[in-house]
């Protein structure tokens, strides 16, 4: 079994974190059974030579909705999966936002750029995909746009969910029960809430649903970072009862650590 690390490029979230960089805006590398780039903001690519992790060995670009802070590097990472345009190869996973445009968001991802991957999947929600080594379940979300997913990964050494940039609905949680680490998007602090977006006392209300072992909280906006993330990390652990950290930057995280003890079989049952 390969053990499976999470690295955060970067923890912040919203439009003045990536305009300040006060917390950086390169999105999450799952390195280990995949390799696999999770919403890559603004700075991603250059985040990731700094800690000499390759981007040219992504094998598929997740992405869950169609603003900047959330895809802009995707085009430089499909250069760097084709070794330039040189090799068809990688897998774009992304909302029809992304792909196609809606009414609010304009095409995100160039034909020229689709053109050079092995796949582009379209995520809608309920769709199952399944890569080499992981299956990945989109769900749902609520954003601005209004195409944004989030997704559930089950990878060789733990089962894992991504919220995404929402807010909080009904049965949110619930979509991501069983998994082992629940990363969760937090824009602002507890008693500032904000529409289509997270705060701290809507991470209570998912955990109470969804029961991880681990909740990883990120996606930091301006509020967020100057409440202090750690202390609302605890906050939240005291009121849940579950293990609740804050992502810091350049963050590295071994999964494995954190699997439940009635995690599933292994990847053979879906693989088969």
Known sequence: MTADQLIFLGTGGGRFSMITQKRRTGGIRLIGSSNIQIDPGPGSIAYS?????????????????????????AEIYIEAM????????????????????????????????????????????????????????????????????????????????????????????????????????????????????LCTNDVIKILDEAKPKLCILTGFGIRMIYANPDREAKF??????IKTIAARDNMVLKLVEYK???????LSRFLN
């Open 49 to 73: 030579h700094q800690l000499n992790i390759d981007p040219s060995k992504v094998d598929s670009l997740l992405i869950s909705h169609c603003h900047p802070d959330h895809d802009n590097d």
């Open 82 to 197: 084709t070794n330039g345009g040189t090799k068809k190869r990688g897998t774009l996973i992304a909302p029809k936002g992304v792909i196609e445009g809606n009414d609010i968001c304009e095409v995100r991802i160039s034909n020229y750029h689709k053109n050079q991957l092995a796949k582009v999947i379209k995520a809608e929600i309920g769709k199952t995909i399944i890569l080499e080594n992981a299956k990945i379940e989109v769900v749902n979300a609520k954003h601005q746009d209004p195409d944004t997913v989030g997704y559930k990964l089950s990878l060789e050494s733990i089962d894992l969910g991504y919220t995404s940039d929402t807010e909080y609905f009904s049965g949110l949680g619930s979509q991501f029960k069983g998994v082992d680490t629940l990363l969760v998007c937090v824009l602002r602090p507890r008693d500032v809430p904000i529409k289509g977006h």
């Open 236 to 241: 939240i652990e005291q009121a849940s009862k």
């Open 260 to 266: 439940t003890q009635d995690n599933r079989d292994s």
